[in-house]
Nanobody
Framework: VQLQASGGGLVQAGGSLRLSCVVS????????MGWFRQTPGKEREFVAA????????YSADSMKSRFSISRDIAKKLVHLQMNSLKPEDTAVYYC????????????WGQGTQVTVSS
């Protein structure tokens, strides 16, 4: 199983980035997909998730007005659109896969660095 995240980079405050995660080695349509982020010394933080059918999305309250998640089942891709970025959004962003009806995420990507300059 591989989750390959990409799209991170350096952006100025107020800018936008679109992260992508391509999945291989599992039955993509049977997995919820999520994005999390982590900064040094802190626990991994939930950002957003989309259900296995793609019909329901969830976002952290502090980010829901700026971030949105989507998935392309045919291409086995999940995206995180991030707008109005703030310096505090600086983190490594990880995509994760959770088998539907399961409690936890089973698979993780390697992470992509997002740095927002003020």
């Amino acid at each position: 199983v591989q989750l390959q995240a990409s799209g991170g980079g350096l952006v100025q405050a107020g800018g936008s980035l679109r992260l992508s995660c391509v999945v291989s080695g599992l039955s993509f349509s049977n997995y919820d997909m999520g994005w999390f982020r982590q900064t040094p010394g802190k626990e991994r933080e939930f950002v957003a998730a989309v259900t296995w059918r793609g019909d329901t999305t969830y976002s952290a309250d502090s980010m829901k007005s700026r971030f949105s998640i989507s998935r392309d089942i045919a291409k086995k891709l999940v995206h995180l659109q991030m707008n109005s970025l703030k310096p505090e959004d600086t983190a490594v962003y990880y995509c994760g896969a959770r088998r539907r009806f399961s409690a936890g995420y089973s698979y993780w990507g390697q992470g992509t660095q997002v740095t927002v300059s003020s």
